[in-house]
């Protein structure tokens, strides 16, 4: 019985020790105001909601360890070269949402998760599309990198389909 209560101090020791960590280094790892051109951001055991506003974005980073990032793009305007994000989730959840007149690249890397894209189409864009490359990790975790509105879409799943006679 003390060799169980030991262990379970143990434990509980090693948990408020990872989250106290992860902590410090998720702090370390974010920088960049919503309306900055170069934005990172991190998250242990917590969670993000932003939505960035940059006249001139050119690189944004997400990382999201046991928790979770809900990033919404739209209403930045890019730099004239396009811009590079990078998201990263361990055992998380990354929302990315961009503009629906971008030209999104995404490059997937998976392990024991899944990535999603719902994209515009690349021949639905107009002509000189801005251009967003984003790198996308999941490991243990899920990402969706969309350019709907997740209220909007809801809401028209709800709406009946017409029906026409």
Known sequence: MRVLLRLAALL?????AAVAIGQVVARRRTWGDDDADDVSMATCFG????SLT???LRHVS????????????REAT???EGAN???KAVMGGIKLTV???WHVEVEQDVSAGGIEERLTPPEELPPGAPLVHIVARARMGGILVTTHDASTEHEAAA??????A
């Open 12 to 16: 509980a020791l090693a948990l408020t």
């Open 99 to 101: 503009s629906p007149e």
């Open 62 to 73: 997400a990382t999201a360890w046991f928790g979770g990032v809900d990033l919404d793009l």
């Open 54 to 56: 940059g006249d001139h």
């Open 159 to 164: 709406e009946p389909a017409s029906v026409s």
């Open 47 to 50: 969670g993000i909601d932003r």
């Open 85 to 87: 994000v990078e998201i």
């Open 78 to 80: 890019l730099a004239p």
